[in-house]
């Protein structure tokens, strides 16, 4: 029977091979074997790698079925390296179906769990495998800080074809720097040999639409049907579907029109076949979000019945110990009617704090929204107003750092009002890096220790 180790081993060689049947026919055929064995690991790992497989063959029903299976078996083990593969698979399979927030959900909860691995090389192979899809669902966001951010996470794990492929194609996307987009192309080909085969045949794609670019369509088309025939290998039907649609293309701007139509709808028939499948999955995953999201409205009123119930336990049981206590406090007369009169005073001075506070928060309440106002416009008397209404906090604030510049006041300000950094960012027209290094900035002028929490030491002031 294979150990977890040597089953990836085997795995990753049939895939770099491109032979993703011969990769699924072992895993099943280990599969039966962990079972007889009652190996809960090895079957975890065997669907995982199952899930993997027919995801990569656009399977995406059965690679869930199987993934499922892994995570009844995973639920029984601790094993943190399957937990976050598992979570890496289900990121995967929600990423290529097009729902990227939610393969984000999954690949975050990847990254948790991989971050516990004691194993550095095993840590950093998940590690890698979220960040370069949560690479591949930010650039379909749009949201490019983000893609930066998991480009330099990859580089400082390792440096495979993809990074140097996902760069290169953003260039030649924007059609625009056309020399990068070569440079990175060729890093990517020293790595070539090592590669996943369906990382050399987006490698030799890239090349294609930098040749098509470039209008050098000969060259282009060599690399399209490199490409291709990985492609078919694998039986990757989206990539063999993307590779028919430029080939179609380039014919097409050849003039050869026989050829072009030819690939065009070889294209049409595989892309039809391809969208009814992703069609029928995202029917039963949106239907099943929706039966998890009720279940969560459910969980949660459970909780709300419960809090209630100890509450009014809670208040009942207090209301007996006050019943008793004030029962014995009756018989002594002299000290009860002492205890009253301290009650009395008691109360009025809280009466009058209550009335004082009223008051305050009322004029404070009043000015919320024009502070908030003044801050959004950028206005010069945002400073000016907010120490009307926060006087105290302003003295104490300068007098204890009389050094304090008109902008660190005002980050202090803001987070006095208790404004995200998102909003601090907007106001201040800077980006969310910027608000994250003043905030540190100021607590090192304000002499807090690291693990200090500035926001909360403001409020508290």
Same mark, same amino acid.
């Given at each position: 029977?294979?150990?977890?180790?040597?089953?990836?081993?085997?795995?990753n060689?049939?895939?770099?091979?491109?032979?993703?049947?011969?990769?699924?026919?072992?895993?099943?055929k280990?599969?039966k074997?962990?079972?007889?064995?009652?190996?809960?690991?090895?079957?975890?790992?065997?669907?995982?790698?199952?899930?993997?497989?027919?995801?990569?063959?656009?399977?995406?029903?059965?690679?869930?079925?199987?993934?499922?299976?892994?995570?009844?078996?995973?639920?029984?083990?601790?094993?943190?390296?399957?937990?976050?593969?598992?979570?890496?698979?289900?990121?995967?399979?929600?990423?290529?179906?097009?729902?990227?927030?939610?393969?984000?959900?999954?690949?975050?909860?990847?990254?948790?769990?991989a971050?516990?691995?004691?194993?550095?090389?095993e840590?950093n192979h998940?590690?890698?495998?979220?960040?370069?899809?949560?690479?591949?669902?930010?650039?379909y966001?749009?949201?490019?800080?983000?893609?930066?951010s998991?480009q330099?996470?990859?580089l400082?794990?390792a440096?495979?074809?993809?990074?140097?492929?996902?760069?290169?194609?953003?260039?030649?996307?924007?059609?625009?720097?056309l020399?990068?987009?070569?440079?990175?192309?060729?890093?990517?080909?020293?790595?070539?040999?090592?590669?996943?085969?369906?990382?050399?045949?987006?490698?030799?794609?890239?090349?294609?639409?930098?040749?098509?670019?470039?209008?050098?369509?000969?060259?282009?088309?060599?690399?399209?049907?490199?490409?291709l025939?990985?492609?078919?290998?694998?039986?990757?039907?989206?990539?063999?579907?993307?590779?028919?649609?430029?080939?179609?293309?380039?014919?097409?701007? =050849?003039?050869?029109k026989?050829?072009?139509?030819?690939?065009?709808?070889?294209?049409?028939?595989?892309?039809?076949?391809?969208?009814?499948?992703e069609k029928?999955? =995202?029917h039963?995953?949106?239907?099943?979000?929706?039966?998890?999201?009720?279940?969560?409205?459910?969980?949660?009123?459970?909780?709300?019945?419960?809090?209630?119930?100890?509450?009014?336990?809670?208040?009942?049981?207090?209301?007996?110990?006050?019943?008793?206590?004030?029962k014995?406090q009756?018989?002594?007369?002299?000290?009860?009617?002492?205890?009253?009169?301290?009650?009395?005073?008691?109360?009025?001075?809280i009466?009058?704090?209550?009335k004082?506070?009223?008051?305050?928060?009322?004029k404070?309440?009043?000015a919320?929204?024009?502070?908030?106002?003044?801050?959004k416009t950028n206005?010069?008397?945002?400073?000016?107003?907010?120490?009307e209404?926060?006087?105290?906090f302003?003295?104490k604030?300068?007098?204890q750092?009389?050094?304090?510049?008109d902008?660190?006041?005002?980050?202090?300000?803001?987070?006095r009002?208790?404004?995200?950094?998102k909003?601090?960012?907007?106001?201040?027209?800077?980006?969310?890096?910027?608000?994250?290094?003043?905030k540190?900035?100021?607590?090192?002028?304000?002499g807090?220790?690291?693990e200090?929490d500035?926001?909360?030491?403001?409020?508290? =002031?």
């Open positions: 029977m294979y150990s977890i180790d040597e089953l990836d081993s085997i795995t060689v049939h895939k770099t091979r491109g032979d993703i049947d011969l990769a699924v026919d072992f895993n099943q280990a599969l074997q962990y079972r007889k064995n009652d190996n809960i690991e090895g079957i975890a790992a065997a669907n995982i790698n199952l899930g993997n497989l027919l995801c990569t063959l656009n399977y995406y029903t059965e690679s869930f079925i199987y993934l499922d299976k892994a995570k009844s078996e995973i639920s029984n083990t601790k094993n943190l390296y399957l937990q976050a593969r598992l979570y890496n698979e289900y990121g995967r399979n929600y990423s290529l179906l097009g729902l990227f927030a939610e393969g984000n959900e999954y690949f975050n909860k990847a990254i948790a769990k971050r516990k691995i004691p194993g550095k090389k840590k998940q590690l890698y495998f979220s960040y370069t899809w949560k690479w591949y669902n930010f650039e966001l749009k949201k490019m800080d983000s893609v930066y998991m330099k996470k990859c400082e794990i440096q495979e074809p993809i990074i140097y492929v996902k760069a290169a194609g953003r260039f030649i996307d924007g059609k625009k720097h020399d990068s987009a070569e440079y990175y192309l060729k890093k990517a080909v020293p790595l070539f040999e090592k590669s996943p085969a369906d990382q050399k045949a987006l490698t030799l794609l890239l090349f294609g639409d930098l040749y098509t670019e470039k209008k050098e369509y000969q060259k282009a088309l060599d690399y399209y049907f490199k490409s025939a990985i492609s078919r290998k694998m039986k990757r039907k989206d990539h063999v579907r993307n590779v028919y649609e430029r080939i179609s293309k380039t014919f097409r701007t =050849l003039h050869n026989e050829k072009a139509d030819e690939y065009f709808k070889n294209h049409s028939f595989l892309n039809d076949s391809i969208n009814a499948r029928k999955v =995202l039963i995953i949106v239907d099943q979000l929706a039966q998890e999201k009720k279940q969560e409205e459910r969980d949660k009123k459970k909780i709300y019945v419960l809090f209630c119930v100890i509450f009014l336990v809670f208040v009942g049981l207090l209301y007996f110990v006050r019943k008793a206590y004030v014995k009756k018989k002594k007369d002299e000290l009860i009617k002492c205890k009253n009169e301290l009650i009395e005073k008691k109360d009025e001075l009466e009058i704090q209550s004082e506070t009223h008051i305050l928060k009322k404070v309440n009043n919320f929204p024009q502070l908030i106002n003044l801050a206005d010069p008397f945002f400073i000016t107003r907010f120490k209404v926060y006087p105290e302003c003295e604030l300068l007098s750092y009389p050094n304090l510049k902008s660190e006041l005002k980050i202090s300000a803001f987070l009002l208790n404004l995200t950094n909003e601090i960012g907007q106001y201040e027209n800077i980006s969310l890096r910027s608000v994250e290094t003043r540190y900035r100021l607590k090192k002028k304000f807090l220790a690291p200090a500035l926001i909360k030491w403001i409020q508290e =002031l």
